[in-house]
């Protein structure tokens, strides 16, 4: 069954701690995309991986194959970064994406 | 690159009465196209999603029907809105595993 989770689903942490979230897929992909939705609901697309890492500014997303895992990582946070994380992949040979739950990260003062 | 564009962004609706999402793809051709719904406090459920004209596929069983006229138009419709119909509607649109979405509507069916 092609499924995705995420973890953790909820993540509170003081402004400038370095946020890890993660995701796991149950079988082989073509992409992996990770998305940021605010609270008024629209998406923003962060990256999309099909191997390796990428860096925007704060945000670097990793991925492992064969360990079929990723990762979002947010260095020096901000409040304005609290939002809903979110994983969705494109399984091989399938012709949906596929969402995980989402991450709510919380970013205090 | 490709542009979504997904309107209205918000709408109110009395029960039964219809809808119509519209979502309109730029900048590719022949991309798949998909209708997704976050309830309050949910993840993403796929709706319906589209690989061509004409050609829809339904992913649970609901009173929304979506149709694709054209080959960068996606509508989803309703003939009489429930309650439960609240939430976020969202269309995207993948391509060669390039993916790219829409800003979303909110639908509150009161």
């Not at chain 1, 923003?44 to 064969?66: C, E, P, W």
């Not at chain 2, 319906?48 to 996606?74: C, K, M, T």
Request: with cysteine; proline share 5%.
């Amino acid at each position: 069954k092609n499924e995705v989770e995420q973890s953790p689903q909820n993540l509170t942490a003081q402004e400038g701690e370095f946020i890890t979230i993660n995701c796991s897929y149950s079988v082989g992909i073509s992409a992996l995309h990770w998305l940021q939705q605010h609270p008024g609901g629209g998406i923003v697309s962060l990256f999309m991986l099909s191997s390796g890492k990428k860096k925007h500014g704060r945000l670097i997303a990793t991925i492992n194959i064969q360990e079929k895992h990723s990762s979002l990582h947010i260095t020096a946070s901000h409040p304005r970064d609290s939002a809903v994380y979110i994983c969705a992949v494109m399984f091989q040979g399938a012709q949906k994406l596929v969402f995980g739950q989402g991450t709510r990260l919380t970013i205090n003062p | 690159s490709q542009t979504i564009h997904q309107w209205p962004a918000t709408l109110v609706q009395p029960v039964g009465s219809p809808l119509s999402l519209e979502c309109t793809v730029e900048g590719t051709s022949n991309p798949n196209l998909y209708w997704y719904r976050q309830a309050a406090g949910r993840g993403l459920q796929l709706l319906f999603y589209s690989v061509g004209i004409g050609q829809i596929s339904s992913e649970v069983p609901q009173n929304l029907s979506a149709s694709r006229p054209q080959d960068r138009q996606f509508i989803l419709s309703s003939k009489k809105l429930l309650l439960s119909d609240s939430g976020f509607y969202l269309c995207a649109s993948e391509r060669n595993t390039e993916a790219f979405f829409g800003q979303g509507t909110r639908l509150t069916v009161v």
